[in-house]
């Protein structure tokens, strides 16, 4: 099926569409029929990690879609434990091989991890290996500012996107304004704050949802879209996936925008534990 899904412009000179699939905890045979699902819905970008698990089953979605691999938009992640310089080159072959493709359209460090305090040196293996040719667009995910900064100035090169947790109970405003000064793509995380916070059924964004005659998922995603925000948002069904590419439709009002952008409850809103500074994960 082909959909008009609208796309952003990255630093480096590729583009990439609005919203991109994510895959936590969408595995073996059944992730298989929902990535290649989400396909034929019209997705392009598959959001993966290594520390999902699944890069292999991606990799057979992508092998048994009747879509050319030049269209698909492969993105994975550089885990805590291969932050070595020596270790990311490996990993990121090692990725490629287990997804079965020989480069990546987009590859990210997954978290800063401070306390290693080694992003740098992985950030120069991104750089390599795009070099390499085994990397088409490098970014970062969970970066804040002083990351950003560390890594930009230690080898000129800047990320183009930074995926991070944005959803309206946490919307991340001031790194958002950090990336767009740098020119830096945002990339939303749990844009629906995965089940916990519930921000699907709020009230707000029910009644906002209601008078465009959408859902609040679509609201959310054209919230990030009009902020210039890409959205990752997992879906293993179709009905939500098709949901979530159908937006290109409508136009929110500047109050409806600012009423979503009210619903901020600061660090409160945030996720558990995932503050980029505190976080730690090496799988
Ligand atoms: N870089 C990082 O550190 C990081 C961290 C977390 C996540 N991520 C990426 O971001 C992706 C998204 O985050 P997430 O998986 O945590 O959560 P999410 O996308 O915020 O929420 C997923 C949940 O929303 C439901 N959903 C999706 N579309 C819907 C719709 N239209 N209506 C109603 N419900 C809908 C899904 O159910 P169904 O499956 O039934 O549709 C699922 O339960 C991840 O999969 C991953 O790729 C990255």
């Known amino acids: 099926m082909s ?3 609208n796309q952003f412009s990255l630093n480096d000179g590729t583009t990439l569409p609005a919203v991109g699939l994510g895959t936590v905890h969408i595995k073996g045979a059944k992730g298989v029929t929902s990535v290649l699902s989400a396909i034929q819905n019209g997705y392009r970008l598959i959001d993966t990690s290594t520390n999902y698990n699944n890069e292999g089953m991606v990799g057979e979605a992508v092998r048994r879609s009747n879509v050319p691999r030049e269209e698909l ?24 091989y287990r997804i079965g493709i020989d480069y990546f359209d987009k590859y990210l460090i997954h978290w800063p991890l401070p306390k290693q305090g080694k992003y740098v040196e992985a950030w ?9 040719g085994l990397i088409k667009t490098i970014g970062v995910s969970n970066f804040l500012e002083e990351h950003l900064t560390a890594i930009i100035e230690e080898t000129g090169v800047t990320p183009a996107t930074n995926q991070i947790e944005r959803h309206p109970y946490f919307n991340n405003k001031a790194l958002v304004k950090v990336n767009d000064q740098k020119s830096i793509l945002t990339e939303a995380w749990s844009p629906f704050g995965r089940e916990i916070n519930k921000v699907l059924t709020d009230p707000v964004i029910k009644k906002i949802a209601d008078h ?7 609201i959310i995603l054209r919230w990030n879209y009009e902020n210039n925000v890409l959205s990752v948002a997992k879906s293993a069904s179709t009905t939500n996936q098709q949901m979530n590419l159908d937006l290109f439709d409508f136009e929110l009002t500047a109050e409806d925008r600012q009423l979503l952008d009210q619903l901020d409850k600061g660090e409160e809103g945030r996720l558990q534990g995932q503050h980029p500074n505190e976080y730690e994960e090496f799988d």
């Open 3 to 5: 959909v008009n899904v």
């Open 73 to 96: 938009i492969i993105s994975s992640k550089l885990p805590g434990a291969a932050h070595d310089y020596d270790k990311a080159i490996l990993m990121i072959q090692e990725s490629l």
């Open 124 to 132: 120069q293996a991104l750089v390599d290996a795009q070099k390499f």
């Open 212 to 218: 465009y005659g959408k859902s609040p998922a679509q």
